[in-house]
């Protein structure tokens, strides 16, 4: 069993939808969790950082923690075409390893006119 | 720009020849890292240097070597190239402590 569960989609939305990515996990050590966005045939870059469980919001994108459920999401609200992209979910420890971290298999979003 | 910076963006080697993927950053970042992502698989660990003078195995290192030359740079080299090694190489970097990665733009390989 993998670390850390992602569905790979892909997912298909309309413009202007809700869109929720998500994320489980099995390491209780993990306490650091990021979302990263992918677009095709780039490098990812980080897109949401959170430590504590609850919501941290920035601007149209909303990470979500729940720590007793392993869960991890990310809410796009208002979605665009430009959020078309694949969505990496990843976490590492507090300390130590490296700072090291375990990335999901990324979902594939399509946000379409 | 400050970022990451990987040579060279495309390759196409036969098998057994060797190259070395070249990966530095200019934001005085402690940890770099080394990934191949390839479809369905995710991002993978190949390796990684959490400080100057350090390296460490990550997930995959099977076919792989590194050096970190310096503060600012980290190789990957492929000592007799496998198709299986055909992948997208990712560098990566982030300071101590708290926060995320900084990626390169990739190094795209095809091994024949």
């Known amino acids: 069993q993998k670390e850390v569960e992602q569905d790979p989609g892909p997912l298909s939305v309309p413009e202007g939808a809700i869109v929720s990515l998500n994320c489980t996990y099995s390491n209780s050590a993990f306490q650091y969790f990021m979302w990263y966005r992918q677009y095709s045939r780039k490098g990812p870059e980080l897109l949401m950082y959170t430590y504590s469980s609850g919501n941290k919001e920035d601007g149209r994108f909303t990470a979500q923690v729940d720590k007793s459920s392993k869960y991890i999401s990310l809410f796009i609200r208002d979605s665009q075409p430009s959020d078309s992209a694949t969505y990496l979910c990843?976490?590492?420890?507090?300390?130590?390893?490296?700072?090291?971290?375990?990335f999901g298999t990324g979902t594939q979003l399509k946000v379409e006119l | 720009n400050a970022g990451v910076t990987q040579t060279p963006k495309f390759q196409v080697l036969k098998t057994g020849q060797s190259m070395t993927l070249q990966c530095a950053q200019d934001?005085?970042?402690?940890?770099m890292y080394w990934y191949r992502q390839d479809p369905g698989m995710g991002l993978r660990l190949i390796y990684y240097?959490?400080?100057?003078?350090?390296?460490d195995k990550g997930e995959v290192p099977n076919g792989y070597n590194v050096s970190r030359l310096n503060k600012r740079e980290f190789s990957l080299r492929l000592e007799s190239a496998a198709p299986s090694q055909t992948s997208v190489y990712f560098c990566a970097s982030t300071t101590l402590g708290v926060g995320g990665y900084t990626f390169g733009s990739g190094t795209r390989l095809t091994v024949v």
């Open positions: 934001m005085n970042h402690n940890s």
């Open positions: 990843a976490m590492r420890i507090i300390t130590g390893g490296g700072n090291k971290l375990t």
């Open positions: 240097s959490a400080s100057e003078g350090t390296t």
